[in-house]
């Protein structure tokens, strides 16, 4: 079994390599612009990895929208081995409905147990943040997470409280 984070910094040499025997995964593509097009070809790729148990997205600034989220959110979706996920999804236009589809996703997590989020700048208001509440309260192992909503829509931060199944929670404004 594979141990060490195999981390790609373009799409397509990601999809070039042997997803099925990926077990720890980190693709950084902060300000690629990639789009839901991009997104897709990314989820598509995503949906191949088969092993993963712990992966790391960074995708701030890349005009990610409800379609493209909603591609990437099937793939997460299908990881039933998945422990561990972070996702830098700042700064791109996911909005409540964005949000509410990846929150959907993520409850199909079973074994997840440490989750980062990190939705600033998303516009997202109460909505979304309670979907994202009532989801992540459906993960069985969630045990530690972090989420970062500064200037989604303030009023979303009211729903911090709702996430009390969680150990350890922390929100960063």
């Not at 981390?7 to 077990?23: A, C, H, M, R």
């Not at 959110?73 to 998945?82: C, Q, V």
Request: charged residues 15%.
């Amino acid at each position: 079994m594979q141990n060490n984070i195999i981390v790609y910094y373009d799409i397509q040499d990601f999809l070039s390599s042997e997803l099925s025997s990926l077990t720890n995964l980190q693709i950084s593509l902060n300000n690629y612009l990639i789009g839901d097009e991009g997104a897709q070809k990314l989820g598509l790729g995503l949906a191949q990895c088969t092993n993963l148990s712990s992966l790391t997205l960074y995708l701030e600034r890349n005009l990610i929208g409800v379609q493209g989220v909603s591609i990437l959110s099937s793939s997460l979706a299908k990881f039933s081995n998945i422990s561990f996920l972070s996702l830098d999804l700042r700064y791109n236009p996911l909005q409540n409905e964005g949000v509410s589809i990846l929150a959907s996703s993520l409850a199909q997590c079973s074994k997840l147990s440490t989750l980062t989020l990190d939705l600033r700048q998303n516009s997202i208001g109460d909505s979304g943040a309670s979907n994202l509440s009532y989801s992540l309260n459906q993960c069985p192992n969630l045990s530690t997470l972090t989420i970062y909503f500064r200037n989604s829509e303030e009023n979303c931060l009211k729903s911090k409280g709702q996430f009390k199944k969680q150990q350890n929670y922390h929100h960063t404004e």
